[in-house]
């Protein structure tokens, strides 16, 4: 089969296409023809291996464990293990996988779905790893509640494009920050009031009940700031830092910081369960969720896409297009 293979760590320039063996599924496991695979920061963060705790947590330390990146999978069941029950050769799914920048890739059963009749295989690639960190951030970990005000830093990246939607979905007030030219994007989102992060200040708003923050750059004592005096503090990811720890050392010092202040300061290992995934397939098939795609490359060009995601060209998600051949 054809697959985005690297040989060592670094940025996009180490992935090249290559054949390579289809994967054998094991008991508790699938294999699936993968139509479409979603581009997000944790398959930068493992094609790079930075920061270089992302090494330690045993994905490889002097190159990747995976050579074949990608999580985020849509596409076609065309064998099942022996303890599989729930799934048979035939159906449509989505969910998590392992290489999945490839033609075939494995999957555990307990990490994917059937894809609902309606929602396309480039769409249902978006949905398991951003869509569940969202929904886990938001409510899981923020305990979001209808009527709150919720300030979300980086708005219109792949998590962000889905936490407005779902504050939006639960009547949240929402406030999205991110850049002035995907400020339509944002409130197309369900965003009340989008703000520039070059140009506008959150500060300058009301106190928020709960705070979203996926980008990363602000400083915790500027977020705390912004705060009502018993608000939530939600920390997404590991992004910021320097090349050891990335952003983990700013989220231990919020969270070390946390008991001895009145407001909530927490971050989480994102977890994409079955529960998770039912209640976003759910938003889903009532259409008051999007999957936002913004634009599809093809195998070849997975490099490209990965430039896009670092570069921040993306307004929500970049999907890997991908037709198997025999």
Known sequence: MRAVVQDRFGGPDVLGVRTVDVPTPGAD?????????GVDRGTWHLMTGLPFAVRLAGYGFRRPKQPVPGLDLAGTVVAVGSDVSEFS?????????????????VAKATKIAHRPDHVSAEQAATLSVSGATATQALFDVGLAAAGQRV??????????SFAVQLAHAH??????????????????????VVLDYLTDDFADEEPFDLIIDIGGRNRI???RAALTRNGTL????????GRFTGGAGRQVRAMLRSPF?????????????????AALHELVEQGRIVAPVDRTFPLERAAAALEDLEAGRLRGKAVITIGAGS
């Open 171 to 192: 009547g949240l007030h929402v406030t999205g920050v991110a850049s002035a030219a995907k400020a339509d994007y944002v409130t197309e989102l369900g965003a009340d």
């Open 221 to 223: 004592s500027k977020l």
């Open 234 to 241: 939600v920390i997404v990811g590991g992004e910021g830092g």
């Open 261 to 277: 202040v009145s407001q909530r300061m927490t971050t989480f290992i994102s977890d994409e369960t079955a529960a998770k995934r």
């Open 151 to 160: 300030l979300i830093l980086g708005a219109s990246g792949g998590v962000g």
């Open 29 to 37: 496991e699938v294999l699936v023809r993968v139509a479409a695979a």
């Open 89 to 105: 050769i035939g159906d449509e799914v989505y969910g998590i996988g392992a290489g999945t920048f490839a033609e075939y890739a």
